[in-house]
């Protein structure tokens, strides 16, 4: 158990609709990351947030939005769905050394 | 940039034999943190093995230990006595030292499946 916990684990979402995924970090991380994973790929770095300020970003465009809460829980925000959308979605939260991450959120766009 | 190469898309052991699967990354930083991440089909990620670029003692936990080749920029991972448990997809992951800031982008190689048989 990494203490990294995502909701919901499965979303079936329309193209074009708006969702939100989110993500409880581990006790004392301030900094939290999103990748994106899809079938047989390895995970690609989306953004991060460090003290609810955004911390880099991968190629992904504007419509992949977040937020970092006062309490370092995050949501990663996805508007205008496409259907290369679809994948597994996965929050991590970083100490200094390494990653831990969550169980994912396994997105299917229709 | 950096970048996690991964060449062994597929890969099968037996029970109880040992499997070495290979990483190369590319990077012109000094300062790195390298990961060995598996990933089984309940999909969490789990942290198997992790290397400071900085020391050039090789990790090892327990059955896993690496082969750390910085000149070479090679990082590979031994699996020794291989077990059932042991099936799933294998990630190399590279991280740049946060220095000051935490930093704690990855970069995932694209993956090795493993399969342990009986």
């Known amino acids: 158990e990494t203490g990294v916990t995502q909701s919901p684990t499965h979303l079936i979402k329309t193209r074009g609709q708006q969702v939100t995924l989110r993500c409880s970090s581990q006790s004392g991380h301030n900094t939290v990351s999103w990748y994106q994973q899809a079938l047989g790929q390895g995970p690609q770095f989306i953004f991060q947030?460090?003290?609810?300020?955004?911390?880099g970003r991968g190629n992904f465009p504007p419509r992949f939005s977040g937020l970092q809460f006062p309490n370092y829980s995050s949501e990663l925000n996805v508007n205008a769905l496409e259907l290369d959308d679809s994948a597994l979605y996965l929050c991590a939260s970083n100490s200094r050394t390494e990653a831990f991450f969550g169980q994912g959120t396994r997105l299917t766009v229709v | 940039a950096q970048t996690v190469t991964q060449s062994q898309p597929e890969m099968s052991v037996q029970e109880a034999e040992t499997v070495t699967l290979s990483c190369t990354y590319d990077t012109s930083e000094n300062n790195y943190y390298l990961f060995w991440y598996k990933q089984p089909p309940s999909r969490q990620m789990i942290l198997v093995i992790r290397?400071?670029?900085?020391?050039?003692q090789n990790a090892t936990e327990n059955r896993f230990s690496v082969n750390f080749q910085k000149a070479a920029k090679s990082f590979s991972l031994k699996i020794s006595d291989s077990q059932l448990g042991d099936t799933a997809m294998y990630f190399c992951?590279?991280?740049?030292?946060?220095?000051?800031?935490?930093?704690?982008?990855?970069?995932f190689g694209q993956g090795t499946t493993l399969q342990v048989k009986p």
């Open positions: 992951a590279f991280m740049k030292h946060g220095g000051s800031s935490n930093t704690g982008k990855l970069i």
């Open positions: 290397q400071e670029a900085y020391k050039q």
């Open positions: 947030y460090y003290r609810e300020e955004e911390n």
